[in-house]
């Protein structure tokens, strides 16, 4: 999956002298409260951190309230999620308006019918609702499915991201992985059959693929966590 | 309003609406995005259906209740620029206003709204936290059952829709916090708001999201009792006597207590004043009460240790650094009755921790002790064990002190300490019948503490003189106190606070009294004791009094009733705290005037000049 980083930070935490007993509490409590938020220095949201403090003496700041301040290492994870990446997430709710994602357990996600591409049929079964691929019988996204989709914005403050699934490798995750491991074959057989698709169903394109997609899509395959 | 009604073209031409949902989907789809090509009919329709809300026929709420589930299903093509005019008659509407099916339409369509974009999300939460409360109209019709029955409906659905919203939308427990806590209504608001919207908060902790919302709304809940709280002042009774001079104020007092059984006297301030016509009195107690039932859930639900947990916390943060809370403490003797082992204990140790640090500071240090001091002698649900052993270790603390501080009487310096001695004694008012005749006790407990007492540091004359000499009293048997009985009463007076007197507001009480030692309960029988006092005479005191009556008529009178077996009557109540603790400010730099032990005697006061 895309979008997740790990950064490096050199921070300065600033302590009310009231927490002047317990310092080490008193800095993750800071760090905490900076959990799943969105930072333009960091330019994503904190998912977790790692922190080690650089100097003993902290500096004091002169003023009305004597704060403290320590400089700190500290190894982020941040999320950041971009337009055009390929992010995975778990289908909780299915329309036929819309299919609604959680990622990571805490990222609300959304695409909607119009940005499902037109390979996916929407039918009922039974009492639930499914998308199913026309061309590839096995191919179904419903609820619970881990599904893999693109960015298409990203709503910083209340990390909401709106998907598509218009890109050919996007959807059932476990669907996908197994139909792509033949793998260069595939690919170039994957773009062709991709045309005809095309052609069959009269799509619009969504956009251009990125020329270094098919490195893109192992890339991500390598790093996924089985 | 004549307001033309909005007719789906086919309609006109058959009765029975037999369209697919799909289809009635798609027609809202039509008008919502014809208004981008600049084609507003439709869509202007469709405004005037949401805002036609009173007196609904059959057929428009069913037109209603269409329109909305179509809506429902075409957020996605809803824009929040073009079609401002929709959404803001969206988010006006109440769900009071209408029956099941439309709320459940209404509701459905929140929560499509607030999990497709997230622009949305603060707004449709806030509409659903408007909902916590009915609008005015409605307000008077909560009490009739047809009143219950819609509060309710609404209720259910709009706590159900919060619940599929943080399903789709995991963050949004956090928004939501932000926005129940800046809708809450301010003490200020006349139509009592407050009540129901803080029976949501609590409904909010115990439902299915509690787990993320929960302890947030009790310390809210929790600061806002503290709120009221501290809007019924004691300030209000002393400043009116305070322009007058001690003696003056005495011996009015005295006149005035002849007639205490008519509230109207013209100088009775306090009656006035009373908490009996007090609005926010009546307000903090309903909220009181509500806190108290929604305890009592948690305890069937097996919650309350941890619901005990958030409680000791706001506890700390905030009523324990609130100047003399009146009521807001019972929520937490409340729960700590509905389980005694857990949460009784608990919160005793936790007081008793606070005392001993040296590393907290010294106001709280002694709030927290007059807490256990006062705890511990109201609780009826307390082992005498456990109560022995945290005097216990007050005692052992203050020996320890004792043994380490080699000074002389000295108030200022002290204080922790003298009002450690203080709690210490006036548990042993209400308990020593408990404990006297075990010899254990007697060894571990009550010779360290007679050590306590005779000390340099000289306890007895600092600490609160009725304390003393109903202490003095109550443990003749086993301390030979009678030199001290003419010495104490001191110079120096303690500050002091009972935080557990019995609680004066009326619903309270009830729920309290079951598991509360009333002081007539405890009280030994000294009357001959009494008599011999009486010879002393009353000399004044010319720097403090903390009791106005020196008429010992008056006091025999008054010792006879026994006004908490009967229930505290209001009229009685003013008479009672007129004749305690009230006194100017500081005088000679000491502050006191708390509220006496509610049956201890005051002190005839007959330390020399």
Redesign the interface.
């Known amino acids: 999956m895309e979008g997740l980083n790990v950064v490096d930070a050199e921070l300065v935490v600033y302590l009310h002298p009231s927490k002047s007993r317990k310092i080490s509490q008193a800095i993750l409590r800071e760090l905490s409260s900076l959990l799943f938020r969105f930072y333009e220095a960091f330019d994503g949201v904190l998912l977790a951190y790692d922190v080690n403090v650089v100097d003993n003496l902290p500096k004091i700041l002169p003023g009305v309230q004597p704060y403290f301040g320590f400089n700190l290492k500290a190894n982020l994870l941040v999320f950041s999620p971009k337009p055009d990446m390929l992010l995975e997430g778990k289908v909780v709710k299915l329309s036929q308006e819309s299919i609604h994602v959680i990622v990571l357990g805490f990222s609300s996600a959304i695409i909607t019918a119009e940005s499902v591409r037109a390979e996916f049929k929407y039918r009922t079964k039974g009492e639930e609702g499914i998308f199913a691929s026309r061309s590839h019988k096995r191919h179904v996204i419903k609820v619970g499915t881990m599904i893999r989709f693109s960015v298409k914005s990203f709503d910083d403050e209340i990390l909401h991201i709106i998907g598509s699934l218009m890109l050919v490798h996007t959807g059932s995750i476990s669907w996908l992985d197994r139909n792509l491991e033949e793998n260069s074959e595939f690919d170039r057989s994957a773009t062709k059959s991709r045309d005809r698709e095309w052609r069959e169903d009269k799509t619009v394109d969504e956009g251009e693929t990125p020329s270094g997609y098919n490195n893109l899509v192992n890339k991500s395959k390598k790093r996924r966590i089985a | 309003m004549g307001l033309e009604l909005l007719k789906y073209p086919e309609m006109e031409e058959d009765n029975v609406l037999n369209f697919t949902d799909?289809e009635i989907?798609s027609h809202v789809k039509d008008a919502l995005t014809s208004v981008l090509s600049g084609d507003n009919n439709s869509y202007n329709q469709l405004v005037g259906v949401m805002h036609h809300s009173k007196h609904l026929a059959p057929d428009e709420v069913a037109l209603l209740e269409t329109t909305l589930k179509a809506l429902a299903?075409?957020?996605?093509s809803i824009d929040i620029t073009h079609h401002d005019s929709l959404l803001s008659a969206i988010f006006s509407m109440s769900m009071w206003n209408y029956g099941p099916h439309v709320a459940d339409a209404l509701a459905e369509l929140i929560v499509s709204l607030a999990?497709?974009?997230?622009?949305y999300?603060?707004l449709c939460l806030r509409m659903l936290v408007s909902n916590f409360t009915p609008p005015p109209y409605f307000l008077d019709k909560l009490k009739l059952s047809r009143g219950l029955e819609r509060k309710g409906q609404v209720l259910s659905r709009v706590h159900a829709a919060f619940k599929k919203i943080a399903?789709?939308?995991?963050?949004a427990p956090?928004?939501l916090l932000t926005v129940v806590l800046q809708g809450m209504p301010t003490i200020y608001h006349k139509d009592r708001a407050i009540l129901i919207y803080v029976e949501n908060m609590l409904k909010l902790e115990s439902g299915e999201i509690g787990e993320l919302v929960g302890s947030t709304m009790l310390m809210a809940v929790v600061d806002r009792l503290i709120e009221l709280d501290v809007e019924i002042g004691w300030d209000a009774i002393l400043q009116d006597d305070f322009s007058k001079g001690i003696f003056e104020m005495e011996l009015e007092d005295v006149d005035d207590i002849d007639e205490c059984s008519e509230p109207d006297v013209g100088e009775f301030r306090l009656s006035r004043k009373s908490l009996a016509g007090n609005s926010i009195a009546e307000l903090l107690d309903n909220l009181l009460v509500l806190t108290f039932e929604h305890l009592e859930s948690c305890e069937r639900e097996g919650r309350l240790a941890k619901v005990f947990e958030t409680l000791l916390q706001s506890f700390q943060i905030t009523v324990l650094s609130a100047y003399k809370s009146k009521f807001t403490q019972f929520v937490i003797f409340y729960a700590c009755a509905l389980d005694p082992e857990n949460c009784g204990m608990s919160f005793a140790t936790m007081l008793v921790e606070l005392f001993v640090q040296d590393?907290q500071p010294q106001p709280t240090r002694m709030s927290a002790v007059s807490y256990l001091a006062s705890y511990l002698s109201r609780a009826k649900f307390l082992s005498a064990s456990f109560i022995c052993s945290m005097l216990k270790r007050l005692v052992d603390w203050c020996l320890e002190y004792c043994e380490t501080h080699n000074g002389d009487l000295n108030p200022n310096a002290h204080r922790v300490f003298y009002s450690g001695c203080q709690a210490i004694m006036y548990v042993l008012c209400f308990r020593m019948k408990a404990f006297v005749n075990v010899p254990r006790l007697r060894l571990q407990l009550l010779m360290p503490l007679e050590q306590v007492l005779k000390h340099k540091l000289n306890p007895l004359k600092v600490c609160l003189p009725s304390v003393v000499e109903e202490f003095s009293q109550t443990g003749k048997s086993c301390f030979s106190f009678h030199q001290l009985s003419r010495a104490f009463g001191g110079l120096e007076r303690l500050d002091t606070f009972f935080p557990f007197d019995p609680c004066l507001l009326k619903r309270c009480d009830s729920f309290i009294r079951p598991m509360f030692v009333f002081w007539s309960m405890v009280k030994p029988t000294y009357d001959d004791a009494y008599d011999d006092d009486e010879d002393d005479g009353s000399s004044d005191d010319e720097l403090v009094r903390d009791h106005v009556n020196e008429n010992e008529d008056m006091m025999n009178g008054w010792v006879g009733k026994s006004f908490d077996e009967q229930g505290i009557d209001m009229d009685e109540f003013d008479c009672e705290l007129q004749k305690m603790s009230i006194t100017p400010k500081t005088t000679s730099g000491h502050k006191f005037g708390g509220r006496m032990p509610s049956r201890i005697r005051p002190s005839t006061s007959p330390e020399s000049l």
Request: zero cysteines; proline letters at 5%; a neutral charge.
């Open positions: 799909s989907v299903g075409a957020v996605s999990i497709s974009n997230g622009k999300l603060d399903d789709y939308v995991p963050l956090l928004r590393s």
